[in-house]
């Protein structure tokens, strides 16, 4: 069962896996295939069934016919005999003594030879009369042997009819033909009718044409008839195959054989009175049983049933298959990674709405990876901005110019801290190919650049952090707290003139991760910090920019609050969220 | 002896500058520095400086700004411009505006010393400008001036060649004019008439940044130097000594 299972689910697996003209073209196989099976099916099965049964009894009455009609000609041959016997002529010639006079002999002759003619099938005629003369006509030559004739063995049986006739093939060794061909000899007593004594005895040998002619109009059309005496065998005619049939057992045998579409019916029939058994075997045709009109309107039926098969298959290979085909080819091109337009034309259905549906699409797709893309270079364009920023001469050259200042005034010891630490910022700040680097690597750098700024501005400001150990392992997006950081220096701080504090707190608070950037210099007020945020300044694009790589980074827009007192304080706080997917926060257990 | 006046927000630069320039054998002598434009307006009057190195990114008031401000009110003043490649586009904004030289930070010696030799000879080849003698005349303009300065001490472009030139009189001899009258220079007046209202300012609370701004000198910085030096005490102190109480 098990097993059965798997090779319908194999099937079904095979054939959903075959491409849409595969499945019409196995669709339509099927169909035509269980069509013709079912056709024959009904022409075997009930067809077949109902015309062998037909066939049979016809067969059945054929035979009868043939033997009414031998019967028919042994009846006229009685009536030839019958006249015979009373043309006066003959019966003179019988009763009289005929060695006497030459006359009666010519006579009956005459008699017997006009009488004979009117008959077919007649091959000769012999009177033999009891004193021993005897008279013949014949139209062949036939041979008598008259020992046989008068051995009274041969003749008793003859005696006994008493006025009824034998029939005896070849007369039972009496009569021949030279060519051999078998005679029917038809005999019978001659009595006197006055006395009813016997006067002599009649043969009339009969041809073959009397059997033959008894089927010859019904041969034909995988026929064939012969006839057979059982203690003889065949005659003249061919033999019949009768399929196992033993010919005389009983008055009328059947039995038919062969295939399905080429039956055969073999018969025997013994013919009543006779000693002959008629042979019949027909091969049965399906025209014989089928009128031509017939077979034609079947003939146009089924033709009608393909062609509608066809044209319904055309139907599909036009208007679905070949369309769906050449959209699938078309839309093929997209795995070479171009998303373009399908330019093929297709009619105005399902299929061609299809098309029209897919183009809106990738439409649609190529516009979101537009965007995509965009955003991504605006990414990367602000990466570099920050870093173009810094790299820039101003604040390279400004430190560089503070440590020349150092190194002359002979501070030997800051001068090698401050080119220390630059190498150190430096090194972090460029030597970063991964756009996402450790919180603790984001507050090393800025750490050195305040150290660097302070050279610079030592009266300005002071720097403080309060970092949570455990969060500076997670992965934020590089190059974002230092812009915040000179945000607060040169926005908060300096235009104060007063010295000031920028503190970097970072810790966790209600699943986010928070980054702020605090400083008490001159805050912002409503606008200023609604231009920060929009970048609507130039001053301000480097924040905006970070920001909008912080969004991307945690996909999400709500990522900053800023927070400030306009000449007290201003305080960025920066938040995201700690669960990110797959990467992101690595549990910061290296204390280093 | 010419008169080199450095403007920089930065103060290693100007020491730098200080440092290694060999000044004295050029015929040079730096006379003052600044650390933003608006420290520099509201000194280049004491100073008279013939030369001037000018960063162009500086606070409150950038080089250009104040170049443009300089050439108008000092036509012989020769500029530097100092700048970084970055800058180098908006620098040629100055070329519209006469500035004459420019130095590519980071600045070596030799080209200092090279931009300095050239304009010496531009120096040397000009006439020196004849000092008109002008009349003393009486204290009626003195006291117009006053007022002027009264009502005019917010604008941080503000000095004395500023207001010589908008009552037609030549700088010097309105400094001194001023002072025959008042007793005190001009420029001593301005700064104590904006000290004064920033007291005031002081008195209410007000933050620095804001006073500074309030009062015509913009740079905290520099504000927090002139309220040292006219109360002896940093404005924080003295905002936190009037709470007190």
Same mark, same amino acid.
Request: glycine residues 8%; charged residues 25%.
């Given at each position: 069962?098990?097993?059965?299972?798997?090779?319908?689910?194999?099937?079904? !697996?095979?054939?959903?896996?075959?491409?849409?003209?595969?499945?019409?073209?196995?669709?339509?196989?099927?169909?035509?295939?269980?069509?013709?099976?079912?056709?024959?099916?009904?022409?075997?099965?009930?067809?077949?069934?109902?015309?062998?049964?037909?066939?049979?009894?016809?067969?059945?009455?054929?035979?009868?016919?043939?033997?009414?009609?031998?019967?028919?000609?042994?009846?006229?041959?009685?009536?030839?005999?019958?006249?015979?016997?009373?043309?006066?002529?003959?019966?003179?010639?019988?009763?009289?003594?005929?060695?006497?006079?030459?006359?009666?002999?010519?006579?009956?002759?005459?008699?017997?030879?006009?009488?004979?003619?009117?008959?077919?099938?007649?091959? =000769?005629? %012999?009177?033999?009369?009891?004193?021993?003369?005897?008279?013949?006509?014949?139209?062949?030559?036939?041979?008598?042997?008259?020992?046989?004739? !008068?051995?009274?063995?041969?003749?008793?049986?003859?005696?006994?009819?008493?006025?009824?006739?034998?029939?005896?093939?070849?007369?039972?060794?009496?009569?021949?033909?030279?060519?051999?061909?078998?005679?029917?000899?038809?005999?019978?007593?001659?009595?006197?009718?006055?006395?009813?004594?016997?006067?002599?005895?009649?043969?009339?040998?009969?041809?073959?044409?009397?059997?033959?002619?008894?089927?010859?109009?019904?041969?034909?059309?995988?026929?064939?008839?012969? %006839?057979?005496?059982?203690?003889?065998?065949?005659?003249?005619?061919?033999?019949?195959?009768?399929?196992?049939?033993?010919?005389?057992?009983?008055?009328?045998?059947?039995?038919?054989?062969?295939?399905?579409?080429?039956?055969?019916?073999?018969? &025997?029939?013994?013919?009543?009175?006779?000693?002959?058994?008629?042979?019949?075997?027909?091969?049965? =045709?399906?025209?014989?049983?089928? =009128?031509?009109?017939?077979?034609?309107?079947?003939?146009?039926?089924?033709?009608?049933?393909?062609?509608?098969?066809?044209?319904?298959?055309?139907?599909?290979?036009?208007?679905?298959?070949?369309?769906?085909?050449?959209?699938?080819?078309?839309?093929?091109?997209?795995?070479?990674?171009?998303?373009?337009?399908?330019?093929?034309?297709?009619?105005?259905?399902?299929?061609?709405?299809?098309?029209?549906?897919?183009?809106?699409?990738?439409?649609?797709?190529?516009?979101?990876?537009?965007?995509?893309?965009?955003?991504?270079?605006?990414? !990367?364009?602000?990466?570099?901005?920050?870093?173009?920023?810094?790299?820039?001469?101003?604040?390279?050259?400004?430190?560089?110019?503070?440590?020349?200042?150092?190194?002359?005034?002979?501070?030997?010891? *800051?001068?090698?801290?401050?080119?220390?630490?630059?190498?150190?910022? %430096?090194?972090?700040?460029?030597?970063?190919?991964?756009?996402?680097?450790?919180?603790?690597?984001?507050?090393?750098?800025?750490?050195?650049?305040?150290?660097?700024?302070?050279?610079?501005?030592?009266?300005?400001?002071?720097?403080? %952090?309060?970092?949570?150990?455990?969060?500076?392992?997670?992965?934020?997006?590089?190059?974002?707290?230092?812009?915040?950081?000179?945000?607060?220096?040169?926005?908060?701080?300096?235009?104060?003139?007063?010295?000031?504090?920028?503190?970097?707190?970072?810790?966790?608070?209600?699943?986010?991760?928070?980054? &702020?950037?605090?400083?008490?210099?001159?805050?912002?007020?409503?606008?200023?910090?609604?231009?920060?945020?929009?970048?609507?300044?130039?001053?301000?694009?480097?924040?905006?920019?970070?920001?909008?790589?912080?969004?991307?980074? &945690?996909?999400? *827009?709500?990522?900053?609050?800023?927070?400030?007192?306009?000449?007290?304080?201003?305080?960025?706080?920066?938040?995201?969220?700690?669960?990110?997917?797959?990467?992101?926060?690595?549990?910061?257990?290296?204390?280093? | 002896?010419?008169?080199?006046?450095?403007?920089?927000?930065?103060?290693?630069?100007?020491?730098?500058?200080?440092?290694?320039?060999?000044?004295?054998?050029?015929?040079?002598?730096?006379?003052?520095?600044?650390?933003?434009?608006?420290?520099?307006?509201?000194?280049?009057?004491?100073?008279?400086?013939?030369?001037?190195?000018?960063?162009?990114?500086?606070?409150?008031?950038?080089?250009?700004?104040?170049?443009?401000?300089?050439?108008?009110?000092?036509?012989?003043?020769?500029?530097?411009?100092?700048?970084?490649?970055?800058?180098?586009?908006?620098?040629?904004?100055?070329?519209?505006?006469?500035?004459?030289?420019?130095?590519?930070?980071?600045?070596?010696?030799?080209?200092?010393?090279?931009?300095?030799?050239?304009?010496?000879?531009?120096?040397?080849?000009?006439?020196?400008?004849?000092?008109?003698?002008?009349?003393?005349?009486?204290?009626?303009?003195?006291?117009?001036?006053?007022?002027?300065?009264?009502?005019?001490?917010?604008?941080?472009?503000?000095?004395?060649?500023?207001?010589?030139?908008?009552?037609?009189?030549?700088?010097?001899?309105?400094?001194?004019?001023?002072?025959?009258?008042?007793?005190?220079?001009?420029?001593?007046?301005?700064?104590?008439?904006?000290?004064?209202?920033?007291?005031?300012?002081?008195?209410?609370?007000?933050?620095?940044?804001?006073?500074?701004?309030?009062?015509?000198?913009?740079?905290?910085?520099?504000?927090?130097?002139?309220?040292?030096?006219?109360?002896?005490?940093?404005?924080?102190?003295?905002?936190?000594?009037?709470?007190?109480?």
């Amino acid at each position: 069962m098990d097993g059965k299972w798997h090779v319908v689910e194999r099937g079904r !697996r095979w054939f959903a896996s075959r491409k849409l003209k595969e499945k019409v073209r196995i669709l339509f196989l099927g169909v035509i295939t269980l069509y013709v099976l079912l056709f024959f099916f009904l022409y075997s099965f009930l067809i077949q069934k109902n015309m062998l049964e037909y066939a049979l009894e016809s067969n059945r009455s054929t035979m009868a016919a043939i033997g009414k009609n031998l019967e028919v000609e042994l009846e006229t041959t009685s009536a030839m005999s019958q006249l015979i016997m009373r043309n006066r002529d003959v019966v003179e010639y019988l009763k009289k003594d005929a060695s006497k006079d030459p006359r009666l002999a010519y006579n009956a002759t005459v008699a017997v030879f006009d009488i004979s003619n009117t008959f077919r099938n007649v091959s =000769s005629i %012999y009177l033999f009369k009891n004193n021993g003369e005897t008279l013949h006509i014949s139209r062949g030559v036939t041979r008598v042997d008259m020992a046989v004739v !008068r051995d009274p063995s041969w003749n008793w049986e003859i005696r006994q009819k008493d006025g009824g006739y034998v029939l005896r093939v070849d007369g039972d060794g009496a009569f021949s033909s030279p060519s051999g061909e078998p005679l029917v000899s038809f005999l019978r007593m001659v009595n006197d009718i006055e006395t009813q004594q016997p006067l002599g005895m009649m043969a009339i040998n009969l041809s073959r044409g009397l059997l033959d002619g008894t089927y010859s109009e019904m041969e034909g059309e995988g026929r064939q008839f012969a %006839y057979m005496d059982p203690s003889r065998g065949w005659l003249w005619d061919e033999p019949v195959d009768l399929g196992g049939l033993s010919p005389g057992d009983e008055d009328f045998e059947q039995t038919h054989g062969g295939n399905w579409w080429r039956p055969w019916i073999a018969s &025997c029939h013994r013919v009543p009175d006779t000693p002959f058994v008629l042979a019949g075997r027909e091969t049965v =045709s399906i025209n014989r049983f089928l =009128s031509a009109e017939a077979a034609v309107s079947m003939a146009a039926v089924v033709l009608l049933t393909f062609a509608s098969l066809g044209g319904l298959g055309l139907f599909l290979s036009i208007h679905i298959t070949r369309p769906i085909e050449r959209l699938s080819a078309s839309m093929d091109q997209v795995k070479d990674g171009w998303l373009r337009r399908v330019s093929i034309e297709l009619p105005d259905d399902e299929i061609g709405h299809l098309k029209d549906r897919y183009n809106n699409m990738l439409v649609e797709i190529n516009r979101l990876i537009e965007a995509l893309l965009e955003k991504e270079q605006a990414m !990367r364009q602000a990466e570099l901005e920050i870093l173009q920023e810094q790299i820039k001469p101003h604040f390279l050259y400004n430190t560089l110019e503070t440590i020349g200042y150092l190194a002359l005034q002979g501070k030997r010891e *800051e001068a090698y801290e401050a080119i220390e630490t630059l190498g150190a910022f %430096y090194r972090k700040f460029l030597n970063q190919g991964n756009p996402e680097i450790s919180l603790r690597e984001e507050v090393a750098i800025v750490r050195d650049y305040l150290k660097l700024q302070k050279l610079r501005y030592e009266e300005v400001f002071e720097d403080a %952090y309060e970092l949570q150990e455990d969060l500076l392992e997670y992965k934020v997006p590089k190059l974002i707290l230092q812009p915040l950081v000179e945000n607060s220096l040169y926005h908060g701080l300096r235009p104060k003139g007063e010295p000031g504090i920028i503190r970097i707190s970072v810790y966790a608070r209600e699943g986010m991760l928070h980054i &702020c950037v605090y400083d008490n210099g001159v805050g912002m007020d409503q606008a200023t910090r609604e231009a920060l945020l929009g970048g609507e300044n130039s001053k301000s694009f480097g924040f905006k920019g970070t920001l909008d790589r912080i969004r991307h980074f &945690c996909a999400r *827009e709500d990522v900053v609050e800023v927070d400030s007192r306009e000449g007290e304080y201003s305080r960025v706080d920066i938040r995201m969220p700690l669960e990110r997917g797959g990467t992101g926060y690595v549990q910061g257990h290296d204390h280093r | 002896m010419y008169k080199v006046m450095i403007i920089d927000d930065e103060k290693s630069l100007r020491n730098l500058l200080k440092m290694t320039v060999p000044w004295e054998s050029l015929g040079l002598e730096v006379a003052g520095e600044a650390a933003s434009g608006i420290e520099a307006i509201n000194r280049i009057d004491e100073i008279q400086p013939d030369i001037a190195f000018v960063d162009i990114q500086m606070p409150f008031m950038d080089g250009i700004q104040f170049s443009k401000l300089a050439i108008r009110r000092y036509p012989d003043l020769k500029i530097i411009i100092l700048t970084a490649h970055s800058d180098f586009a908006y620098a040629r904004e100055c070329i519209g505006i006469g500035v004459c030289e420019y130095l590519l930070k980071p600045v070596s010696r030799a080209e200092v010393r090279e931009v300095l030799e050239r304009i010496l000879r531009k120096l040397e080849a000009r006439e020196p400008r004849q000092e008109v003698p002008v009349l003393l005349q009486g204290n009626e303009n003195v006291s117009r001036i006053v007022e002027y300065i009264q009502a005019s001490y917010q604008d941080p472009d503000l000095n004395l060649t500023a207001i010589a030139q908008k009552f037609g009189f030549n700088p010097s001899y309105l400094s001194r004019l001023f002072k025959g009258e008042t007793g005190k220079s001009l420029i001593d007046y301005l700064t104590e008439w904006r000290m004064e209202k920033a007291i005031l300012l002081a008195r209410q609370g007000s933050l620095m940044y804001m006073t500074a701004k309030a009062v015509g000198i913009p740079d905290p910085n520099y504000f927090g130097k002139c309220f040292k030096k006219y109360t002896d005490q940093t404005y924080t102190e003295y905002v936190k000594k009037l709470k007190k109480p």
